[in-house]
């Protein structure tokens, strides 16, 4: 039996940050992972492997469209094993900095093994019983999938097991338009398989803005099938091909391909806590948390994907650096979400930061203003030939920003300016008076910023009269 001052429950980004605060500032802690590297699965199934997965494939649809020009010959299929090799190792290299090791060093003991509550401040990991002041759950969260008729009878692929695969498929059925499908997808195609993406929705990426979920779309048609509004109705595996029988548009529409991939959704991964022993409540799945991350038992918080909040591993970062002050120090901080950015890797990149033009509507009437600039008008995407996309910034008439989407090579990078202005309430006429750098892509932000001051110089009732009086005094 040991005691601890606060015992974290997951070795994911959220739970790695708190344990690694906390025992910076000196608290007893214990860190506890049920897999057997520390990291979650934003680095071992998630972000990282297939972020690395679209640079490869990118850089294959390169040499492949090449290889054309030059009447020569490149697939991507024939050369898999060195894709995979390049997601492997950016695995390996980022987790030798998040080892056992490093928390080990500044005093942190790590379990590996599965944790359960045997009370309110006892918790079994294996055969050790740990005794803690405060804990905090950062478990993550798993796949999911519909009970569609027939799937458990096939073998599918999801977000854990893809990055495993040896070879590539030659087709292959994503069921799911979400991030997490759409990056898999384009990657896939962009390598060399034919792709089609089934989802249920009426609408294409809903979150987004109308105008960039459009472009998107528009873009990603281009190398794969991609159809919405289909109720998958039975999955089955018929001569060692999978085949989906859906409806669409009220008629039977049947898919085929060697290899199928759920991308259908995540949940909280929570069930062997036995939250039930430490009198935790639970509510739709997640666990239920006040705005500072307090469970029903005020000694327990909960973090990341855990909870309803916003589901990207930076999100759940933000969650934890504010946890540390909370159960350590009794404070109340939380995180605004309203100016919480996300991102979309597929290519082009898809940024968005706080209100779609249609919420912005909702909320303020006809008391808003749209600011919005082609790449196509920006030197530096011209001079890289990538002129698809654009910024589209979102304003109070004051000049109040209240959202900045955009579409566009790199745009997560670029676009980073905007969340940094609505933190500091800066109004849109400051990012048009800040000085980019000749020729960057961060002047599409200016682009769009410039037409605030545009409006208000050029088409004012003084700028009328100082036409007329330099007409008169010619």
């Not at 039996?1 to 910076?24: E, F, H, P, R, S």
């Not at 798993?142 to 999801?158: A, E, F, H, R």
């Not at 995540?266 to 022993?277: F, K, M, Q, T």
């Not at 705005?291 to 759940?316: N, V, W």
């Amino acid at each position: 039996m040991k005691d601890y001052q606060l015992i974290v429950i997951g070795g994911g980004a959220a739970g790695m940050t708190v344990a690694a605060g906390a025992a910076n500032l000196g608290a007893k802690v214990a860190l506890i992972e049920k897999k057997k590297h520390l990291g979650g699965d934003c680095l071992h199934v998630g972000c990282i492997p297939s972020k690395a997965l679209i640079a490869a494939s990118k850089d294959a649809s390169s040499l492949m469209q090449a290889a054309r020009v030059l009447g020569a010959e490149f697939d991507g299929r024939d050369h898999y094993k060195t894709t995979k090799a390049r997601v492997d190792k950016a695995r390996a290299i980022i987790q030798e900095h998040d080892g056992t090791e490093r928390f080990e060093k500044i005093g942190v003991d790590v379990y590996i093994g599965e944790a359960s509550f045997q009370s309110p401040y006892e918790l079994k990991v294996g055969d050790d019983l740990l005794i803690g002041k405060k804990f905090v759950i950062a478990t993550g969260s798993k796949p999911t999938v519909p009970p569609i008729d027939g799937l458990d009878n096939v073998s599918y692929l999801t977000n854990e097991n893809v990055f495993e695969e040896e070879t590539l498929p030659e087709s292959i059925i994503v069921i799911g338009a979400g991030t997490v499908g759409l990056e898999l997808a384009q990657s896939f195609a962009r390598l060399g398989s034919q792709v089609t993406v089934l989802e249920a929705q009426d609408a294409f990426l809903p979150k987004e803005d109308g105008s960039v979920s459009a472009l998107l779309r528009s873009q990603l048609e281009m190398a794969l099938h991609l159809e919405i509004g289909v109720k998958v109705k039975q999955i089955a595996e018929v001569a060692g091909r999978i085949k989906v029988t859906a409806e669409v548009d009220g008629e039977t529409v049947e898919y085929e391909a060697e290899k199928l991939l759920m991308a259908t959704g995540r949940a909280p991964r929570i069930e062997e806590l036995r939250l039930d022993r430490a009198k935790v409540d639970v509510k739709d799945g997640y666990v239920d948390v006040t705005s500072t991350y307090r469970t029903s038992q005020s000694h327990i918080f909960a973090i990341g994907d855990t909870i309803k909040t916003l589901p990207f591993t930076h999100a759940a970062g933000e969650e934890g650096k504010a946890v540390v002050a909370n159960a350590l120090f009794g404070l109340w901080n939380k995180v605004d979400y309203s100016k919480m950015p996300w991102i979309t890797f597929t290519d082009p990149e898809v940024f968005h930061v706080g209100l779609t033009e249609a919420e912005a509507r909702e909320r303020h009437g006809d008391d808003i203003e749209i600011f919005e600039a082609k790449l196509s008008e920006v030197d530096r995407f011209v001079a890289d030939r990538q002129e698809t996309g654009f910024v589209k910034i979102i304003t109070r008439k004051n000049g109040k920003i209240l959202g900045g989407h955009a579409v566009g090579m790199t745009a997560g990078d670029w676009m980073q300016i905007v969340v940094y202005a609505m933190q500091r309430g800066d109004k849109i006429g400051k990012l048009s008076r800040m000085i980019y750098p000749y020729p960057s892509r961060s002047e599409a932000v200016k682009k769009a910023a410039d037409l605030y001051w545009r409006k208000r110089l050029f088409e004012s009732p003084l700028t009328e009269l100082a036409r007329k009086y330099f007409e008169w005094t010619r």
